[in-house]
């Protein structure tokens, strides 16, 4: 009596062609696969997966070159397993194998940072947060009032100006420079950038953190500045929520209790 077999034998077919789709170099591909056949779909799989991912990280793919960046894209098919089914979030799943495997070969120290940032765009672009603007002042008082920001936006920071980077910038470490952003969704769906200074970023930080008047969190910077003139650093800083309130980074104040 023959031997039972631990697998279905189709199950065993679909294994050597993913395994081959993920790496036809290095693994056959299934017998009685026409070769020509084979490359249709090797071709197929990876072109809609390099074509998403590039899409996302265009300056990252023109510092280091089409052969590299290829590489790179292949090795993260080939040795990558997906946390997430969505097709849009394939970018993400790229750039988490590159902070956590590190994938590179030699590439520029900035490089995880420009990926990061460059993923940011889309993913601030896809969020689904959205604004409740029954419970918001759109002409609040931003020192009275509690300032709300855009729902779908990210208060990031750099040890490289990530912005600046591209073939003609290419910061080595001896040239980082601490860089602050607000990346968010305007009114129109538009993703805008917005570079901060240290007083900026740690006031967006404070009014993320949520239930704070403008002027309390001012109050706590210039209070940690030791700043000479709290009158004048209240008045700076009123000029910088009305600055976001107008860029849409800012949409207003909180009316609820």
Avoid at 201 to 230: C, D, F
Wanted: aromatic share 8%; glycine share 6%.
């Amino acid at each position: 009596m023959p031997a039972s077999r631990s697998t279905p034998e189709f199950q065993d077919y679909q294994r050597a062609f993913t395994r081959h789709i993920r790496d036809p170099e290095g693994s056959p591909r299934p017998q009685g696969v026409p070769a020509a056949r084979m490359e249709v779909y090797n071709e197929l799989l990876f072109n809609n997966v390099i074509g998403q991912i590039s899409s996302c990280f265009p300056v990252a793919r023109s510092i280091l070159g089409e052969p590299e960046w290829r590489r790179l894209v292949r090795t993260f098919f080939a040795k990558h397993r997906c946390r997430s089914p969505y097709f849009r979030q394939i970018a993400e799943e790229f750039l988490q194998f590159m902070q956590e495997h590190n994938a590179t070969g030699g590439e520029p120290d900035f490089l995880i940072y420009l990926l990061h940032y460059e993923w940011v765009e889309l993913a601030v672009e896809i969020s689904d947060k959205e604004a409740d603007m029954s419970a918001i002042d759109t002409a609040g008082d931003l020192l009275a009032g509690r300032p709300v920001l855009a729902p779908a936006h990210m208060l990031l920071a750099y040890p490289y100006p990530v912005h600046r980077i591209g073939k003609d910038y290419q910061p080595t470490p001896l040239q980082q420079e601490q860089t602050c952003l607000l990346v968010f969704r305007d009114g129109n769906d538009k993703v805008r950038f917005i570079v901060l200074n240290p007083v900026s970023a740690r006031l967006i930080a404070l009014i993320e953190a949520g239930n704070i008047s403008g002027e309390h969190a001012l109050e706590q910077i210039v209070a940690g500045l030791q700043h000479p003139n709290p009158a004048s650093a209240l008045a700076g800083g009123r000029e910088i929520l009305e600055n976001l309130r107008k860029e849409g980074a800012i949409i207003g104040t909180s009316v609820a209790d």
